[in-house]
Nanobody
Framework: QVQLVESGGGLAQPGGSLRLSCAASGFTLDYYTMSWFRQAPGKEREVVSCISGLSGNTQYADSVKGRFTASRDNAENTVYLQMDSLKPEDTALYYC????????????????WGQGTQVTVSS
């Protein structure tokens, strides 16, 4: 049974950092595309980053480029999202998701989702 479990969310001050983790079970993530999405209240879910299972390349939304870093540890079957220089507009519920094939920004293209972890950026 495929499961994705996010952790690491919490409250951070503007300019601060958080590191999210997404532990995968029921499959080995080596060749699967792994993405981070976020959804703020009243807004649509949007992609934040994507590590391609095909090429290994990582893509980022323009809003987080230079501040967020996605990585994967195949030995731990876990993906991470290091978030630095946090802004209040980064406040959202953060999800990890997986799919076969290349990166996609479309929610419906993903097969499995975690339950989400809340990130709140506030002074």
């Amino acid at each position: 049974q495929v499961q994705l479990v996010e952790s690491g969310g919490g409250l951070a001050q503007p300019g601060g950092s958080l590191r999210l983790s997404c532990a995968a079970s029921g499959f080995t993530l080596d060749y699967y595309t792994m993405s981070w999405f976020r959804q703020a209240p009243g807004k649509e879910r949007e992609v934040v980053s994507c590590i391609s299972g095909l090429s290994g390349n990582t893509q980022y939304a323009d809003s987080v480029k230079g501040r967020f870093t996605a990585s994967r540890d195949n030995a731990e079957n876990t993906v991470y999202l290091q978030m630095d220089s946090l802004k209040p507009e980064d406040t959202a519920l953060y999800y990890c998701a997986t799919r076969e094939g290349s990166c996609s920004a479309f929610v419906n293209d993903y097969d499995y989702w975690g339950q989400g972890t809340q990130v709140t950026v506030s002074s």
